[in-house]
Every structure is written in structure tokens, then in C-alpha cells.
């Protein structure tokens, strides 16, 4: 539900922004355009931040939970928008929920799940963008001919919020956590009934290591990120969300509905749905993968078959082609990019960064990872019209796939295969400089 309301504010803008410029009287002014659909982006920065420290004192339930208050307040304080201030309070107050979820979702799944199943549910995150996204597409078609309609798709966004914050509450806390804040008898009771009572004394001991050697995250602080290794996972996390940034998924996700207009496929909403679904069929690929081939080879095989795309896109714009052949290649291209991302540069990017970081400072890595992320976002969307006016497409496109392949080199070297192993045993091998053994 959560990442399903993030592909939702992903995608909700993308046809009404028209209809709410011209009600909201900024009709003509791209610059405030782009602001409504980018202060999300700052709230998302902010709120990512705020995650770990958050969780760190209140535990993953009730922050989620709490983080449904700015997303429900926010959705409907924009539907209710009778001027610019107040739609822009509104998509950052949502922005600001998306930051902590996007967060707090892959690591409440990496702390719960069965080790066996640990990346496959974690894939459940990709999988609900995606429906979010097509879901908002669906919603969006009336808009073209009510120019009210997007009050009622900002509404809309509110229900999951209150899914979410009702869910929880029937939704256990992580046991790791309850472990870390002295509530043992707690801890046992959920580890019984999510992995069964005959993994309550092993979990207990790889739970009492990793406290023994890290100590408790709530005392935590984040200059502790300056120290290893907190630093390194720091720095991994961080750059991993720079290379996926800049290989370019947002920019060619922006560009495809002039990709697809090129083929005469006139209707942005129709070229939208086509990626989208491109995207869901990578998500569900991945959902049957991610356990069986691990993290490592997906990412890289991700990246390799991006770059692979960007330069078919490339040869086909570039080439002295037949010009229906070229376009025919330019959407075939974009597909690919689109699928292959999906694979692995999507959703293994923010499953692995839990896994490799330390049981104390998991939260606040992930919350710095994610603020890199979105202000990579942001510089993407702000700069990419820009270049591609400036040194055109076939440009721009190769320096996204020689991204793309600077991504797979930094996967092989620094990012170890996690498959198989649990969080405790991923952590412990690095303090002692032991290779994780698959399993």
C-alpha cells in the first residue's frame, strides 16, 4: 500500500497538472507547473532524513503509522486547493510521508521476512509502484474531458493512508527491533508465529551477536556514518542511488511519450500505460529471481541490458535509417530500458542497502541513501530538458549508458552476493572480513 501510494504521487500529476494550473490560476507558468510536481521531491528529501531517527525511537509500526498523517492531511489539502500555496503545502506534506515510507518499507520487509523469501517480498515493493502508477494512469482518463476530476484523484489518494495506518496496527513490530529495546518476550512471540517457534533460540543468538558487537541503534547517532563501517555502507548506499539515478530512468520515462509520438501513438495516458506495464512484467520477473539468481547478478545484468538499450536508442536516432525502422527501434529500445531497470537497477537497488548495512545504524543509512536519491531526482528532472536542447538526445542517451555500465563495474566490486544468508550473518562476516557463503 505504501509503494502503491508512492507510484500513485509518481504518476497522479501527470495529466491534470493542466486542468489545476488553469483553476489555480498559474495557467502558462512552466516554472510553477514544475514546482507543484517537484516540492513533492522536497518533502520526500526531508522526510527521508527524518526516517531513521524516528524508527530508531518509536519502532517500525508506529512510524509508519505516523507517517500516514502527512500523507492523508496532504492528499486532501490538495484536493481542496483554492490557490497555489495551498497545493504546494499539500504535495509537500505528501512528499514528506513518501520519504519516510520509501524508507522504512524495504527494511520492515528486509526484518521480517523468512531469510528464504527475504528478496522476493522485498520485490513486492517495485510491484506496487508499478500498480500505482498504472492505477493513477486509469484514474487520470477523465480528466481530459472533466476539468475538475483531479480534486477526486487527489481524494482518491488519502484511502490508502488510512489502508495503511489501520493495517498496521494489525501488523507486528520488528522483532530485531523489539530485541534492540530490551522487549525479548515480545521479540519470541513474533519471531514463533512469522518463522515458527524452532527458530526463536537460533534467532535469539544471532540477535544477542550482532547487539554484542554493534550495540543497540537507539542510542545511536549520525556522525557514527563518518566511522567504518557505517561509512562504507554509507558510501555504497549512497553512490548505488547516484548510478541508478544517473543512468537516466527518470529522464527516459519523461521522454517516452514523445518517444511513442514519433510512432503515432498521440495519447500521452496510452504511451504511459504501455511503460507501465513493461514496468509490472519486469517487477513480476524479478519477484521469481531475486531468490533463486541473487542480488548481484540481477543488478549487474540490469545495468548491462540498460546500456544495451540506451545504445539501440542511440544507433536508431543516429543511423541513416528508414525513418519508420528508426522510430520502431526507439520504442523497442525504450521498452528494454524500461524492463530491464524493472529487473534489477529498480527494485534490488533499495532491497540490498539493508542487508549490507549494520543492524544499529540500518535505518539512518538507508534514510542517507534515499536523500541522495532525491536529490539526484531532482537534479535529473531540473537539468534534462535543458541538455537535451543543448547537446542533443543521442547525447544525453550515451552518457545514460555508459552510466549503465559504470553501474554493473561498481556492482561487481563492491556489492557481495546476500542471498540465502540472514541480516546477522551478512553483518558479522563483514566485521570479521568473512565472505558471506551463499545458501
Not at 527458530?199 to 567504518?228: A, H, M, N, T
Not at 562504507?232 to 518517444?259: D, E, K, P, R, W
Not at 543492524?359 to 543509512?365: A, H, T, V
Request: hydrophobic share 50%; proline share 3%; charged share 15%.
Amino acid at each position: 500500500m505504501s509503494n502503491f501510494l508512492f507510484g500513485y504521487h509518481i504518476g497522479v500529476m501527470n495529466g491534470p497538472i493542466v486542468s489545476i494550473a488553469h483553476e489555480l490560476e498559474f495557467s502558462g507558468n512552466s516554472l510553477l507547473e514544475g514546482l507543484v510536481v517537484s516540492i513533492f521531491i522536497v518533502g520526500a528529501f526531508i522526510g527521508s532524513l527524518c526516517s531513521g531517527s524516528l524508527v530508531d525511537k518509536l519502532g517500525y509500526r508506529r512510524t509508519l503509522q505516523i507517517s500516514t498523517i502527512p500523507l492523508i492531511v496532504g492528499a486532501v489539502l490538495s484536493a481542496q486547493a483554492h490557490s497555489l500555496q495551498e497545493i504546494l503545502l499539500g504535495r509537500l506534506l505528501v512528499g514528506l510521508g513518501i520519504g519516510v515510507d520509501t524508507v522504512l518499507v524495504p527494511i520492515y520487509i528486509s526484518e521480517v521476512a523468512p531469510t528464504k523469501y527475504r528478496g522476493s517480498l522485498g520485490a513486492l515493493c517495485q510491484i506496487g509502484t508499478c500498480l500505482g502508477i498504472i492505477a493513477s494512469l486509469f484514474l487520470g482518463i477523465p480528466s481530459e474531458s472533466d476539468p475538475h476530476w483531479w480534486r477526486t484523484m487527489l481524494y482518491i489518494a488519502s484511502v490508502p493512508g488510512f489502508i495503511v495506518a489501520l493495517g498496521m496496527q494489525f501488523a507486528v513490530d520488528s522483532p530485531r527491533w523489539l530485541c534492540k529495546v530490551g522487549r525479548w518476550n515480545e521479540a519470541e512471540n513474533v519471531i514463533g508465529r512469522l518463522w515458527g517457534n524452532s527458530e526463536v533460540e537460533k534467532s535469539f543468538e544471532e540477535f544477542q551477536s550482532v547487539i554484542k558487537y554493534d550495540g543497540s541503534d537507539v542510542d545511536s547517532s549520525w556522525l557514527e556514518l563518518l566511522l567504518e563501517p557505517h561509512s562504507a555502507a554509507a558510501f555504497i548506499g549512497g553512490a548505488l542511488f547516484v548510478l541508478q539515478q544517473f543512468a537516466g530512468i527518470n529522464a527516459v520515462l519523461y521522454f517516452s511519450s514523445l518517444t511513442f509520438k514519433d510512432v503515432g501513438i498521440t495519447s500521452s495516458a496510452l504511451a504511459s500505460l504501455f511503460v507501465g506495464l513493461t514496468n509490472f512484467a519486469g517487477a513480476l520477473l524479478t519477484l521469481n529471481l531475486i531468490d533463486k539468481q541473487g542480488r548481484q547478478k540481477l543488478l549487474i545484468g540490469s545495468y548491462l541490458g540498460m546500456a544495451a538499450s540506451m545504445f539501440l536508442v542511440v544507433f536508431a536516432i543516429s543511423s541513416p535509417l528508414d525513418e519508420q525502422l528508426s522510430h520502431n527501434l526507439s520504442i523497442l529500445g525504450t521498452l528494454m530500458y524500461i524492463f530491464t531497470f524493472a529487473i534489477g537497477a529498480g527494485p534490488v537497488t533499495g532491497l540490498v542497502i539493508p542487508e549490507f548495512s549494520s543492524s544499529r545504524m540500518r535505518g539512518k543509512i538507508m534514510g542517507f541513501s534515499f536523500s541522495v536519491h532525491w536529490v539526484c531526482n531532482f537534479f535529473v528532472g531540473l537539468f534534462f530538458l535543458e541538455l537535451i536542447h543543448k547537446y542533443g538526445i543521442a547525447a544525453v542517451y550515451s552518457t545514460f549508458g555508459g552510466v549503465s555500465l559504470l553501474s554493473a563495474v561498481f556492482v561487481k566490486l563492491f556489492i557481495n552476493e546476500t542471498k540465502g544468508c540472514s541480516l546477522e550473518e551478512i553483518e558479522l562476516s563483514q566485521s570479521t572480513n568473512i565472505s558471506v557463503k551463499e545458501k
